[in-house]
């Protein structure tokens, strides 16, 4: 019904820098809210930033300064640039859309897309 699919992880040196995409497809009447998690191997999954569909943005605090998110609105899709990458970015990135169907505009849901490795190393 819904999907998200994202691309642009993969390999970088510390310092380096990185763009993650995530489109939405589907039966989707309008989308409220885009964002990216992340978790590292044996961590719990974390909100790194989001972006609502009128611009307003929120990070975590450790990835503020670094990263930056938007969205086009018209393409439904979110980005992730990531910059001045440390270790500790390394996880897989899952980009997640807080919408309404067409088939049920009552009702807003969460859709995740597959993740992304983003490894910073060295």
């Known amino acids: 019904q819904v999907q998200l699919v994202e691309s642009g992880g993969g390999l970088v040196q510390p310092g380096g820098s990185l763009r993650l995409s995530c489109a939405a497809s589907?039966?989707?009447?309008?989308?409220?809210?885009m964002g990216w998690y992340r978790q590292a191997p044996g961590k719990q999954r974390d909100l790194v930033a989001r972006?609502?569909?009128?611009?307003?943005?929120n990070y975590v605090d450790s990835v503020k300064g670094r990263f930056t998110i938007s969205m086009d609105n018209a393409k439904n899709t979110v980005y992730l640039q990531m910059s001045s990458l440390k270790p500790e970015d390394t996880a897989v990135y899952y980009c997640?859309?807080?919408?309404?169907?067409?088939?049920?505009?009552?009702?807003?849901?969460?859709?995740w897309g597959q993740g992304t490795q983003v490894t910073v190393s060295s």
């Open positions: 997640y859309a807080d919408l309404k169907l067409r088939a049920n505009y009552a009702g807003t849901y969460r859709y």
């Open positions: 589907g039966s989707i009447a309008s989308i409220d809210v």
């Open positions: 972006i609502t569909s009128g611009g307003n943005t």
